[in-house]
């Protein structure tokens, strides 16, 4: 059977990175997945998350498209994913000066180009064994790595009477956790949707006539 999944998710992003400083970023999305009957997936998702200081933020969105399989036994579920993302950013100031990367030409860089491997457990739960709806719980962990447009990793400050804040990384290798809520709904096939009546009528074999033989007349007597 087919099933839509509807995923609300907030989770935590950390970049990993030793010299990374600006700590981790929280964040939320929304995922629509669609389980095929062996178990593969595909899914589409956007995912927010912001990250800052006092005198400037930054902000990204994150669009992916992932496929994968989610392999069940029982009540519980796994799924491992792989796709691509495109992440477009902008940076709010607070009345500081900004210093982001640029390109060869001093223009901003464009959104942020990569690939996303994500991994979650989780276990279903349903009203009845026959209804066509579950709630899965669950926890992910998902890794994601990307590059500026023009290629690269930047770090954005923020300057404010002379001192030079950092605001942000973006680009790199970065780790996101958090936890699933998601409801699946169950698709009906077209053998359980189709109209059982009968499409035309009945074709019965026409019955014969009564046959009628002609009355039998008596000889006469003599």
Do not use: C
């Not at 290629?151 to 973006?170: H, T």
């Amino acid at each position: 059977r087919y099933e839509l999944g509807v995923l609300p998710s907030g989770a935590l992003l950390v970049g990993l990175r030793a010299r990374d400083v600006s700590g981790p970023a929280g964040g939320a999305g929304l995922a629509i997945d669609l389980r095929l009957p062996l178990g593969a997936t595909v899914g589409v998702g956007a995912r927010y998350a912001t990250r800052g200081n006092p005198d400037a933020r930054l902000h990204r969105v994150a669009i992916d498209i992932v496929g994968g399989y989610a392999w069940r036994r029982g009540a519980y579920e796994l799924r491992t994913v792989v796709g691509f993302v495109v992440e477009p950013w902008w940076v709010d100031s607070r009345g500081a000066a900004l210093r982001h990367p640029q390109t060869a030409t001093g223009a901003r860089p464009g959104p942020l180009l990569g690939g996303v491997l994500g991994v979650s457990q989780g276990w279903l739960w349903r009203a009845r064994p026959e209804a066509n709806t579950a709630l899965r719980l669950g926890m992910r962990a998902q890794l994601q790595a990307g590059a500026l447009a023009p290629g690269g990793i930047g770090r954005i400050r923020s300057v404010r009477d002379d001192v030079i804040q950092e605001v942000a990384r973006i680009g790199g290798v970065e780790l996101s956790l958090g936890v699933d809520a998601q409801l699946w709904f169950t698709l009906r096939s077209r053998s359980t949707t189709r109209d059982d009546r009968p499409r035309g009528r009945a074709h019965s074999k026409p019955s014969s006539p009564p046959s009628s033989s002609p009355p039998s007349s008596s000889p006469p007597s003599s």
